[in-house]
């Protein structure tokens, strides 16, 4: 499922689907929102020149020809490194309650605050740390900041994520970094046809990637893609080989990524697509060290929808005690409580079962703030409970609940921090997220 972030880029309001980005697949896409104007940029950012993406056509794979399209980047692999690495990928799931996402921000295209968000600092990771919670995903693009020829990663855009990751670090966070969106290279091309160049291009930035944060202990995970868009079992094979490159990638740089757990995402991050197309993990050479990854923004009515359309109505209430006996075309009509048990408890047979972890790494309902009154006030209780009943089934069902924060702090918006002021917004979400992960 996608959502769509208002764009504040050069002070033009622009509108793009993906969860930081553009692309299709997953569900129907919505507005959303960041509505927080930009800030200045720090030494680090304002050294950064963002480049146009560009694509080039490709063929089928094998591993020996991606050397056809990219320098090899993995230049002093080191043997591999355990120390502070013991923690394998269901002990590492243990110490993970609640996690938050930095959304509209370092994936965003043009740039950290093209979207309207300030830079990341310090200050914000310790006030999540202090508010409760453990871990935070940082969505991340690549390519705007890569060579479209030789696929070489900025040297400062590098050294900016290390900075951030270990500032989270730092705040005794646990730390998940992927390719977000970044254009839809990859995500919205999961075929055959594109196949060998993407896997090309997946290695070069993984072995740069891997490299530059090779020294940080279990607190940092890598994750291999976003929502990458697939329908059929012809995809799922080519989506298998993309997790496949990003594993042997990232463990051939050695060091402490011998034994990293590394998170892989389902088709279209959907949890649907993913219990009837997921055939397997990656081959891995290091044990127990893998996690799966599914989104969840159901129902759509009631998390994502703008506007009454002809074929249904928004929902502005869910839950139990919480549909309006006056508004009832307003009330949803499906995925309710029973919708999100039984879906979550197939997570867990298909991956938690068997040992492997499964990270939520996004859901979240948007604020209405459009309605007022009562309308608004069961709204807010609902959705409290929404989020209040996702983490604690998540956590019931072994999966680690990551909330999308776009940033935006208006109406259609998700923001429970006002990242400017470093501050608490939404006191009834972080309650209700605390109150799910029993904290």
């Given at each position: 499922?996608?959502?769509?972030?208002?764009?504040?880029?050069?002070?033009?309001?622009?509108?793009?689907?993906?969860?930081?980005?553009?692309?299709?697949?997953?569900?129907?896409?919505?507005?959303?929102?960041?509505?927080?104007?930009?800030?200045?940029?720090?030494?680090?950012?304002?050294?950064?020149?963002?480049?146009?993406?560009?694509?080039?056509?490709?063929?089928?794979?094998?591993?020996?020809?991606?050397?056809?399209f990219?320098?090899?980047?993995?230049?002093?692999?080191?043997?591999?490194?355990?120390?502070?690495?013991?923690?394998?990928?269901?002990?590492?799931?243990?110490?993970?309650?609640?996690?938050?996402?930095?959304?509209?921000?370092?994936?965003?295209?043009?740039?950290?605050?093209?979207?309207?968000?300030?830079?990341?600092?310090?200050?914000?990771?310790?006030?999540?740390?202090?508010?409760?919670?453990d871990a935070?995903?940082?969505?991340?693009?690549?390519?705007?900041?890569?060579?479209?020829?030789?696929a070489?990663?900025?040297?400062?855009?590098?050294?900016?994520?290390?900075?951030?990751?270990?500032?989270?670090?730092?705040?005794?966070?646990?730390?998940?970094?992927?390719?977000?969106?970044?254009?839809?290279?990859?995500?919205?091309?999961?075929?055959?046809?594109?196949?060998?160049?993407n896997?090309?291009?997946?290695?070069?930035?993984?072995?740069?990637?891997?490299?530059?944060?090779?020294?940080?202990?279990?607190?940092?995970?890598?994750?291999?893609?976003?929502?990458?868009?697939?329908?059929?079992?012809?995809?799922?094979?080519?989506?298998?080989?993309?997790?496949?490159?990003?594993?042997?990638?990232?463990?051939?740089?050695?060091?402490?990524?011998a034994?990293?757990?590394?998170?892989?995402?389902?088709?279209?991050?959907?949890?649907?697509?993913?219990?009837?197309?997921?055939?397997?993990?990656?081959?891995?050479?290091?044990?127990?060290?893998?996690?799966?990854?599914?989104?969840?923004?159901?129902?759509?009515?009631?998390?994502?929808?703008?506007?009454?359309?002809?074929?249904?109505?928004?929902?502005?209430?869910?839950?139990?005690?919480?549909?309006?006996?006056?508004?009832?075309?307003?009330?949803?009509?499906?995925?309710?409580?029973?919708?999100?048990?039984?879906?979550?408890?197939?997570?867990?047979?298909?991956?938690?079962?068997?040992?492997?972890?499964?990270?939520?790494?996004?859901?979240?309902?948007?604020?209405?703030?459009?309605?007022?009154?009562?309308?608004?006030?069961?709204?807010?209780?609902?959705?409290?409970?929404y989020?209040?009943y996702?983490?604690?089934?998540?956590?019931?069902?072994?999966m680690?609940?990551?909330?999308w924060?776009?940033?935006?702090?208006?109406?259609?918006?998700?923001?429970?921090?006002?990242?400017?002021?470093?501050?608490i917004?939404?006191?009834?979400?972080?309650?209700?997220?605390?109150?799910?992960?029993?904290?």
């Amino acid at each position: 499922m996608k959502i769509i972030n208002l764009l504040f880029l050069s002070g033009v309001l622009a509108i793009t689907s993906g969860c930081g980005g553009g692309g299709g697949g997953g569900g129907s896409n919505v507005p959303g929102s960041a509505s927080v104007p930009p800030s200045s940029s720090s030494s680090v950012s304002s050294a950064l020149t963002v480049t146009s993406a560009t694509q080039s056509s490709s063929s089928t794979i094998s591993t020996s020809s991606t050397a056809a399209f990219y320098p090899d980047y993995n230049k002093n692999p080191l043997p591999a490194d355990a120390v502070g690495m013991q923690s394998n990928a269901v002990q590492l799931a243990g110490k993970i309650k609640l996690g938050w996402n930095i959304g509209n921000t370092m994936e965003a295209i043009g740039g950290e605050t093209a979207w309207g968000n300030p830079q990341v600092s310090k200050e914000l990771m310790q006030l999540l740390k202090a508010k409760g919670f453990d871990a935070v995903r940082i969505p991340l693009a690549w390519d705007q900041y890569a060579n479209q020829q030789t696929a070489e990663i900025s040297a400062v855009w590098l050294a900016r994520v290390k900075q951030v990751v270990q500032y989270a670090v730092e705040s005794d966070m646990y730390v998940l970094i992927n390719i977000h969106w970044d254009g839809g290279w990859l995500e919205n091309n999961v075929v055959s046809a594109k196949q060998e160049q993407n896997n090309a291009k997946q290695k070069a930035f993984w072995e740069q990637i891997a490299t530059e944060l090779r020294d940080f202990d279990e607190h940092l995970m890598f994750a291999s893609a976003n929502e990458p868009n697939v329908e059929s079992a012809e995809q799922m094979q080519v989506l298998l080989s993309y997790h496949q490159t990003f594993v042997d990638t990232v463990r051939a740089t050695g060091g402490k990524n011998a034994y990293r757990v590394l998170v892989v995402q389902g088709p279209s991050t959907d949890i649907e697509k993913t219990n009837k197309l997921w055939p397997q993990m990656p081959v891995d050479t290091a044990t127990n060290r893998l996690m799966s990854e599914v989104h969840f923004y159901s129902p759509y009515n009631f998390v994502l929808m703008s506007k009454d359309e002809s074929w249904g109505k928004q929902a502005y209430y869910w839950g139990k005690g919480f549909h309006s006996p006056t508004d009832v075309e307003h009330n949803p009509t499906w995925g309710e409580e029973d919708y999100i048990d039984t879906w979550f408890k197939a997570m867990k047979t298909q991956f938690v079962d068997k040992g492997v972890p499964v990270l939520l790494g996004e859901f979240g309902a948007m604020r209405r703030t459009n309605l007022t009154g009562d309308a608004l006030s069961l709204h807010l209780a609902g959705r409290a409970y929404y989020h209040k009943y996702v983490v604690q089934q998540a956590l019931v069902n072994g999966m680690l609940p990551f909330y999308w924060d776009n940033g935006g702090l208006d109406n259609f918006s998700s923001g429970i921090f006002d990242r400017k002021q470093n501050t608490i917004f939404d006191q009834q979400t972080l309650d209700a997220l605390l109150q799910g992960a029993g904290k």
